[in-house]
Each structure stands twice: as C-alpha cells, then as structure tokens.
C-alpha cells in the first residue's frame, strides 16, 4: 500500500521560511514522480513544484520560482520543499503526490495517483 505523510507546515511571518518533507510508504522514490500541490482557501488546487524520477529535473510554478527548492533524500525516501521568503498568497493546505509517470507527468494534477493528507501553512503578514 502507498502512502505519503507530508508535514512541517506551520504558522509564519512573511519573509520567513518553511521546509515540508513527505515521506514515502510502499514507494521507492524511483519509482515515479514526486510534486506538491496547495490549495488556498476559497481557491482551486494548484500545482507548486514537482521531481522527475528518471532524471531529477525539478519544475516549478512561476508563483514560487526563485523562492522555493523541491529536493529529495533516497536514503530517507523523502521528498522536500523548501520555502524562503514566504508571502500571505502562499498560504494554503500543501499536498505531496506520486504517480508511477516517469519524467512527464509535471504538474499535472491528474497524472497523479497517490496523495498526502496535507499540511497546512499559514503566512501571516
């Protein structure tokens, strides 16, 4: 069975920063793409940054270019985004998902077939 566990959300002033890992079950991370999604309040669910499993490219969404770094640990099995210089609009439930894709699923959000329960991130001005 697969299963994601995404936490490390939290309450922060504007300006700072926030690292979220998610952890895989029953998912090697070679076995396909790693992205985190958020979804803001009132607002539809968007995709923020993803990881190709073949060959490690990262992408990210023109919102969070420049401020945020989605990593992973293999040794660990753990997926990281890293947040600097947050912004109140980055405010939102954050979700990290899988998908067996390898290298083109993106941002897709229907390429993906696993999900995390969603960690929530509060950015106070």
């Known amino acids: 069975e697969v299963q994601l566990q995404a936490y490390g959300g939290g309450l922060v002033q504007a300006g700072g920063s926030l690292r979220l890992p998610c952890t895989l079950f029953?998912?090697?991370?070679?076995?396909?793409?790693i992205a985190w999604f958020r979804q803001a309040p009132g607002q539809e669910r968007e995709g923020v940054s993803c990881?190709?499993?073949?060959?490690?490219?990262?992408y990210y969404a023109d919102s969070v270019k420049g401020r945020s770094t989605i990593s992973s640990d293999n040794a660990k099995n753990t997926v990281y985004l890293q947040m600097d210089s947050l912004k109140p609009e980055d405010t939102g439930v954050y979700y990290c998902?899988?998908?067996?894709?390898?290298?083109?699923?993106?941002?897709?959000?229907?390429?993906?077939?696993?999900w995390g329960q969603g960690t929530l991130v509060t950015v106070s001005s």
């Open positions: 990881i190709n499993s073949n060959d490690g490219s990262t």
């Open positions: 998902a899988a998908t067996q894709a390898l290298g083109w699923a993106l941002m897709r959000e229907y390429e993906y077939d696993w």
């Open positions: 029953g998912f090697a991370r070679d076995d396909g793409d």
